[in-house]
């Protein structure tokens, strides 16, 4: 369960399922990267129908605590780069991996 699903294996699975070459196969891969880390960096949020959704979140200034320290530090504002996973992720991931769905409603 620890592997971990890198670029080539995406490369290579567009390569099996489309029937590209392996080339074009890995351009295509790196050319969808792309085009999100672009309209990431340009401030729009991504969603991907299904999958979930990449959003930015602006952080405000606060005040942190060294944990070694208790020194007082301020933290500056900055953008974070949250993910959301869709319903359906949620319910694949769980099911696959025998976890339990919870729901939001009440039960009686």
């Known amino acids: 369960m620890s592997k971990t699903l890198t670029r080539a294996d995406l490369g290579n699975a567009v390569y099996r399922e489309v029937g590209l070459s392996l080339s ?8 969808v990267f792309e085009e999100v880390s672009t309209a990431l960096e340009e401030g729009q949020n991504v969603k991907l129908s299904s999958f979930g ?28 780069l949250s993910f959301n996973p869709s319903n359906i992720l949620k319910e694949a991931v769980n099911l696959n991996l025998g976890g339990h769905i919870r729901s939001s409603r009440k039960q009686d």
């Open 24 to 31: 074009e196969s890995m351009q295509l891969v790196d050319a």
């Open 53 to 80: 959704t990449f959003s930015l979140r602006q952080k405000k200034s606060r005040v942190g605590r060294n944990p070694k320290t208790g020194v007082e530090v301020t933290i500056t504002p900055r953008t974070v």
